[in-house]
């Protein structure tokens, strides 16, 4: 298992310890983060599980794929560090990372 902490916009913290295979995303609506809504079910097809990886995190966790940056297009205040959760995978070298919800999603 890998920790990973979401933290919302009023600074709530919500560690969750992830298997390792899945996604941020469906270990976030799996653990009723607020903020992540995942309403395509984790296709890549929206954009409603924008989180923004923590600044000493990016490295390890890449950059979004061609098919991931054109659907952050639709998300709200998209920034450097803005990933869709629904691609982030979880494994081992993840364990301890932090994702940061957004204000809104799209």
Do not use: K
């Not at 995303?25 to 799996?30: D, G, K, L, T, Y």
């Not at 998209?78 to 070298?93: D, F, G, K």
Request: aromatic share 6%.
């Amino acid at each position: 298992m890998t920790t990973i902490t979401f933290v919302t916009m009023d600074g709530a913290r919500y560690p969750i310890e992830a298997p390792d295979g899945s996604t941020a995303m469906e270990n976030a609506v799996r653990h009723d983060v607020p903020g992540i809504d995942a309403d395509c079910g984790g296709a890549c097809a929206c954009a409603t599980c924008h989180v923004y990886v923590a600044e000493d995190w990016r490295e390890a966790v890449g950059e979004p794929a061609e098919m991931e940056e054109d659907m952050l297009d639709f998300a709200y205040d998209v920034r450097p560090n803005s990933r869709l959760s629904c691609q982030i995978r979880v494994r081992p070298e993840l364990d301890g990372l932090v994702l940061n919800v957004p204000e809104r999603q799209g």
